[in-house]
T-cell receptor, first 111, second 114 residues
Framework: LAKTTQPISMDSYEGQEVNITCSHN???????ITWYQQFPSQGPRFIIQ???TKVTNEVASLFIPADRKSSTLSLPRVSLSDTAVYYC????????????FGSGTKLNVKP | EPEVTQTPSHQVTQMGQEVILRCVPI?????FYWYRQILGQKVEFLVS????????KSEIFDDQFSVERPDGSNFTLKIRSTKLEDSAMYFC????????????FGQGTRLTVV
């Protein structure tokens, strides 16, 4: 599984757009990028997944440049309830049975 | 929305005792997982399970651990002789299949070994 690097923490204010970048220089051709969110004392929750370019759902957008060596999770207009740890995972879609969670990015949203 | 349920939410046990953590995965899911998270640390993969057998396990999942699907709905993790360092939050997860990276996690069982 490709190693990922994310900032340890980020601060933001309510209403701002937050972009969290993940580096995955060793990403393989058949690897997908998946982001999870974890609130304190809860299990991780799937946010979004993509392979290239841009993916958007009701919660977030995921931007992946052409070389796929990094990806950016974009959270529009964050609220206090978005305070959580965000994990970037990289792995092959067909054998994604061993999710490797790195250290994640602790997002702290302030009023 | 369907969810993975885990019981108990908190278990306290004495060192050396056996514990069984229980999970009810989402009903049409085929793949099941156990993860653990020591306080303040990463979420660590323990084991994945498919078609009534272990498909992959980590170095953490040694002989003191076992998993079972005793009936059509439950998925259990047994720790035979608990150690202090087994204290952690244990998460069960399930997914429809391995071509889908959306795994659904339960709320976890906090295991405290004293």
């Amino acid at each position: 599984l490709a190693k990922t690097t994310q900032p340890i923490s980020m601060d933001s204010y309510e209403g701002q757009e937050v972009n969290i970048t993940c580096s995955h220089n060793n990403i393989a051709t058949n690897d997908y990028i998946t982001w999870y969110q974890q609130f304190p004392s809860q299990g991780p929750r799937f946010i979004i997944q993509g392979y290239k370019t841009k993916v958007t759902n009701e919660v977030a957008s995921l931007f992946i440049p052409a070389d796929r060596k990094s990806s950016t999770l974009s959270l529009p207009r964050v609220s206090l309830s978005d305070t959580a740890v965000y994990y970037c995972l990289v792995g092959p879609l067909y054998n994604f049975n061993k999710f490797y969670f790195g250290s994640g990015t602790k997002l702290n949203v302030k009023p | 929305e369907p969810e993975v349920t885990q019981t108990p939410s908190h278990q306290v046990t004495q060192m050396g005792q056996e514990v069984i953590l229980r999970c009810v995965p989402i009903s049409n899911h085929l793949y099941f997982y156990w993860y653990r998270q020591i306080l303040g640390q990463k979420v660590e993969f323990l084991v994945s399970f498919y078609n009534n057998e272990i498909s992959e396990k980590s170095e953490i999942f040694d002989d003191q651990f076992s998993v079972e699907r005793p009936d059509g709905s439950n998925f259990t993790l047994k720790i035979r002789s608990t150690k202090l360092e087994d204290s952690a939050m244990y998460f069960c997860a399930s997914s429809e299949d391995t071509s889908n990276t959306e795994a659904f996690f339960g709320q976890g069982t906090r295991l405290t070994v004293v």
